[in-house]
């Protein structure tokens, strides 16, 4: 953790060389461990193409004036409004309106403008809407943060994609803008599902992503074909806006506390007797950026999709959570399968995670295979600490006692999972 978690590492950033050099270290760990290669040309990397798509001139949104005959009216980016969030240079969709605190109507394929003076209920009712099917939402500014609009001399910034038709699962299709008082007033006055378009000129710029891969091979004629992955994600946010003069986000927890637990089980499996079941370790680039590594993993699979018999994602377990006992983590979804409790039974110092509300199950890697019906969940201890994709991740914070409880109780439950005939089933209506 030292090392991935360091200043010379700059933090790791989705994407860059200094993601590539976390990944050549962690291939290094690998090896010396005596876990075989299982990337590209017999080494321990893969490598993902990536198109990181960006506007060249200010996106507008446009619509056609009431009462006009179908002439257009075009708003621009830093004018009549700003983003919020974007997922897309395009998108269109009809208009909808409604109030922040009315039921969520059909608004599947809409683009809905929430009315209300509080912006964290607006926020909140935005990305309600987008899980139920809607294309964006726009929120009201104050006239003061209006008056921001054109100030912000950068062009919006768009999520990279992986190069491909698949994209990842951990990506969001929603857009949230924010109108100004005055455009607000303009698309209240529209009649109910006018359609609005939202478009800019972009070029899209090619980078790469890197995972490190490693596999033990099990020793049982039949359960070698029944694999379990052991997983975490090596980057994070690199360099960024500065706080307090540090620029750059370590990452500590978030994931090099996940990066070190797959590692120690590296070094334990790798370590003693070969496992009955095939062991694959795998060491996610650009988690950060959408989970382009993994669903580049998912592409190119290392056995079979339906031989993996359970994935384990590990997820910033170096800080001991309030909410449970020091020395325990927790599982995300923890309702949703019985790999949980049977972990737990075999002495895994493991509980159900106790922030459901946050969705903690769909917002790591273990979603991208969870999505394909792999029995998938994190393993993780992040009490909302507010440090979270901060500089001040680092390891001076890390609770190394609370590490060292939590991954040494889940030794023993893993060891047994990979040489069990065990079988991790999703309970009914459990899986995503």
Known sequence: MEFLASDALRGRGSGTADELVAATYVASQLRA??????GDDGGYLQRAALLQPKFSAPPQLTFAKSGTGGEKVAWTCGKEF???????????????????????????????????NDRRRQRTKAFSLAAKGAVAAIIAATPERAAQFQRALQLPTLPVKLEGPEASSLESDFN??????????????????????????????????????GILRGRDVELQATAVLLSAHLDHLGIGQPVNGDDIYNGADDDASGTTTVLELARVLGSGPKPRRTVIFALFGSEETGGQGSTFFLQHPLVPLKQIAANLEFEMLGR????????????????????????????????GDPHPQQNFFARSDNYVLANKGVVAQTVSSYGLHSDYHQPSD?????????????????????RWLVNSSFTPKWNEGGKP
């Open 33 to 38: 461990y005596g876990i075989a290669p299982a």
């Open 394 to 414: 680092d390891v001076t914070h890390i609770d190394f006692r609370h590490m060292d409880a939590a991954i040494g109780s889940l030794l023993g439950p893993v």
């Open 176 to 213: 949230l803008l924010e109108a100004s008082p005055e455009a607000t007033v303009a698309l209240e006055a529209l009649p109910e599902n006018t359609s609005l378009s939202f478009d800019g000129p972009a070029t899209a710029e090619r980078k790469y992503t890197w995972n490190a891969v």
């Open 82 to 116: 700003a983003v919020l969030f974007l997922a897309q240079t395009h998108f269109s969709g009809p208009l909808r309106v409604i109030k922040v605190d009315e039921d969520d109507p059909q608004t599947s394929g809409a683009i809905v403008l929430i009315l209300g």
């Open 320 to 351: 001991a959570d309030p909410a449970v006992n020091s020395d325990m983590v927790w599982l995300t979804g923890w309702e949703r399968s019985n790999l949980g409790p049977t972990l737990a039974a075999r002495g895994a110092k493991l509980v």
